[in-house]
Nanobody
Framework: QGQLEESGGGSVQAGDSLQLSCKANGRVFRNYAINWFRQVPGKQREWVSG????????AYADSVKGRFTISRDNTKNTVYLQMSSLKPEDTAIYYCAAGYGPSPSATFHYWGQGTQVTVSS
């Protein structure tokens, strides 16, 4: 059984919103920052956003700043990525990862299986 499980992906139109969820087991959720990445097949994986363990720090890639919001619900061991004003270039498989910090340069120890997001123009 994986330590992280994503859900909430789907197919939407440009301009729509979608919320992704990343549910973690308790130990991982308490001890690691949760980050979101995305990857288009054949392209390099891109860091999207991260949130620290105590919700004290969040970070976003420039490509999603102002459109995406990351948050965590400590009662549900879940991190959310609220995506608004979606664009076709947001189409990718989205992964959550647990690591030491809300940053693309952190060391990541656990990864989810991914959830597909498709945005049509």
């Amino acid at each position: 059984q994986g330590q992280l499980e994503e859900s909430g992906g789907g197919s939407v139109q440009a301009g729509d919103s979608l919320q992704l969820s990343c549910k973690a087991n308790g130990r991982v959720f308490r001890n690691y920052a949760i980050n979101w990445f995305r990857q288009v097949p054949g392209k390099q994986r891109e860091w999207v956003s991260g949130i620290d363990t105590d919700d004290s720090e969040t970070a976003y890639a420039d490509s999603v700043k102002g459109r995406f919001t990351i948050s965590r619900d400590n009662t549900k061991n879940t991190v959310y990525l609220q995506m608004s004003s979606l664009k076709p270039e947001d189409t990718a498989i989205y992964y959550c990862a647990a690591g030491y910090g809300p940053s693309p340069s952190a060391t990541f120890h656990y990864w989810g299986q991914g959830t597909q997001v498709t945005v049509s123009s």
